[in-house]
């Protein structure tokens, strides 16, 4: 196995890799941000790590790397790592799904509260030295809904069970075992979200971008939804229309939205995200812990030693559907 090199993908100017001489203990490597630099290793590589790389270096290297039989991806989402080529092979593609949905998780709550609380009108108010009591609303018997209900939904899904909130998830089927979920109380199919969207008081987003996710989330669900309904999505930016959003939070149709993800990122200046009083705005780094990279690379480590032992991978990735 040590003779086979990994193939280390990684952006321009990242040397943020944590745990390389764990990974150089484990089988030798070969770490680059351009083709060229692979083209020797790649006649004898079997696996891929795609760290940092764009789509274009990995589908490069990957056209030269004839016997790869292994591709991962240290992100959950694969809308940067899919290709035709890969598409079509027999190839295993992973990816780092699960590896940070306890953050994610952690920052839905936050959200949640963030919203019941009225933590903004408490800081303008301290700011300001104004004294005002006002009610704060308990989320605690309220409904929170799970749009494209996996891993990340699952970690919101038991800490919204722990503050005593009802759980509704979204899956693309609503199969037999989804009902057995422990933090669930109901299953919806995708044919059925207005029908769920209009129950929630809280709506989280974790959909994956497809070509099937894309504007999922639009003017119908929008109009769909509670006066009160607060919008969060830690999902991806574009499954969701962003000026249907804009439209429903500036004519106060809903209560407010809590975004880590947007169409174009970084947000541009002046987008009008930036000053509306009802948006709680994070620059895509709700599950940026310190230890964010070391977890990503433990987790391929695991993932390479099951490769050697000849297991079943985790994460295997179904690429016809792009998740």
């Known amino acids: 196995m040590n003779n086979n090199p990994i193939l280390v993908l990684t952006a321009p ?5 944590p745990f390389l001489a764990e990974l150089r203990d484990a089988a030798t490597i070969v770490v680059g941000d351009w083709a060229s630099e692979f083209t020797n ?4 590589a079997q696996i891929i790590l795609n760290w940092s790389g764009s789509l274009a270096l990995l589908r490069d290297v990957f056209l030269m790397s004839r016997g790869v039989g292994w591709v991962h991806s240290r992100s959950a989402g694969l809308e940067q790592v899919l290709f035709p080529e890969l598409i079509e092979s027999d190839v295993i593609l992973t990816n780092g799904s699960g590896v940070f949905s306890p953050s994610l998780g952690e920052f839905a709550l936050a959200a949640i509260l963030y919203f019941a609380k009225d933590f903004r009108r408490m800081i303008r108010n301290q700011i300001a030295g104004v004294w005002e009591p006002f009610d704060v609303t308990m989320v605690s018997g309220q409904t929170l809904g799970i749009i494209g209900y996996g891993s990340i939904g699952s970690a919101v899904a038991a800490r919204a069970r722990a503050l005593g909130m009802h759980v509704l998830g979204l899956r693309r089927r609503a199969s037999r075992e989804s009902a057995q979920d422990l933090y669930v109380d109901q299953f919806y199919g995708s044919d059925r979200r207005l029908e769920m969207i209009s129950r929630c008081d809280y709506i989280v987003v974790t959909l994956p971008m497809t070509e099937q996710t894309r504007g999922f989330i639009a003017d119908a669900e929008f109009a769909t939804m509670k006066t009160n309904a607060v919008f969060i999505n830690i999902g991806r930016g574009p499954t969701v229309d962003e000026r249907a ?10 209560r407010g939205a809590a975004l880590d993800v947007f169409d174009q990122e970084p947000l541009p200046q002046g987008h009008p995200l930036y000053s509306m009083e009802n948006v709680l705005l994070s620059p895509h780094c709700a599950d940026h812990t310190p230890d964010w990279l070391d977890n990503a690379m433990r987790f391929f480590l695991a993932q390479l030693e099951r490769f050697k032992r000849g297991d079943t991978l985790l994460n295997i990735a179904d690429k016809a559907i792009g998740y």
């Open 13 to 17: 100017g990242d040397e943020n890799i």
């Open 41 to 44: 290793a790649a006649l004898d």
């Open 245 to 254: 959003m804009i439209r429903a939070l500036s004519d106060n149709r809903i």
